[in-house]
């Protein structure tokens, strides 16, 4: 496979195949944690670890599995991982671990961790797989803290809530209370407020592509009228 240029990985990462925008991958855990902008940044955090190890590891070690074998060879890989991920946030984030519960060892079932082992870093080089596990993750990430925020605010009227489960004490006083006296918004919240406000999210992204591929259209037309 021709090596990927890094500006593509970086792009296809953030924007153009987010997997929680484009790919639509790994939406059960995107729509149950993210009703707070902290809950979501955790769970994206630990996303971004396994993708970035799994794809090194996976990457490093292409030329060695049989092709029979490669799938349970990578779902041992990225087991792996997140079993060190989990025991990491037990022992330093327990507070944060109890709250995301059963979807930090479901991360092995994330579909964009398997599908970037198998259509991206067993085909590229390390340095390129480690990216493209940095670029993924960190979409990913962004697509939770966004849906989380958004939530968060519509639902409690904060935002920042429960900050001091991943940064501690100090943390307890950074939580903004965005509006005042506000009684709350129970469906935003709940998951239709997940599916509600990942569709806005979405709907966002395809309305900024098609401004951008309508503002690249007139600027070629513009160009060949001046060749003209």
């Given at each position: 496979m021709?090596?990927?240029?890094y500006?593509?990985?970086?792009g ?10 484009v ?5 059960c855990?995107?729509?149950a944690?993210?009703n ?10 630990a996303t971004?670890l396994?993708l970035?190890g799994?794809?090194m ?6 030329n060695?599995?049989?092709p ?8 041992m890989i ?8 989990e025991?990491l946030?037990n022992?330093?984030l327990?507070?944060?671990y109890?709250?995301?519960?059963i979807?930090?060892p ?6 964009a ?6 259509a991206f870093?067993?085909k590229q ?8 596990g940095l670029?993924?993750g960190i979409?990913?990430t962004?697509?939770?803290v966004v ?6 605010v519509v639902?409690?009227g904060?935002?920042?809530s ?18 005042e006296?506000y ?5 935003a919240i ?5 599916f509600i ?9 395809n309305?900024i ?20």
């Open positions: 021709n090596d990927v240029a500006s593509r990985i970086i296809d990462g953030l924007w153009n195949n987010n997997a929680g925008l790919q639509l991958l790994g939406l855990p995107l729509l944690i993210s707070t902008l902290i809950n979501g940044l955790g769970l994206g955090l971004t396994v970035l799994s794809n590891t996976i990457s490093s070690i292409r060695l599995v049989r029979e074998v490669r799938i349970p060879v990578f779902v990225i087991a792996s991982f997140v079993t060190t991920i025991l946030m022992a330093f327990h507070e944060l109890l709250i995301l519960g979807f930090i479901l991360i092995v079932t994330n579909c961790i398997i599908g970037r082992a198998e870093a067993s080089s390390v340095p390129r797989a480690a990216l493209d670029a993924m979409g990913f962004l697509v939770l849906l989380g925020g958004l939530r968060e639902g409690q904060t935002l920042f429960q900050a001091y489960l991943m940064f501690g004490e100090a943390a307890r006083e950074i939580t903004l209370q965005v509006i006296d009684r709350g918004f129970l469906l709940l998951p239709p407020g997940a406000g990942l569709g806005l999210l979405i709907a966002l992204k309305m592509d098609a401004r951008t591929q309508r503002r690249a259209a007139r600027k070629a037309m513009a160009l060949r009228e001046v060749k003209a």
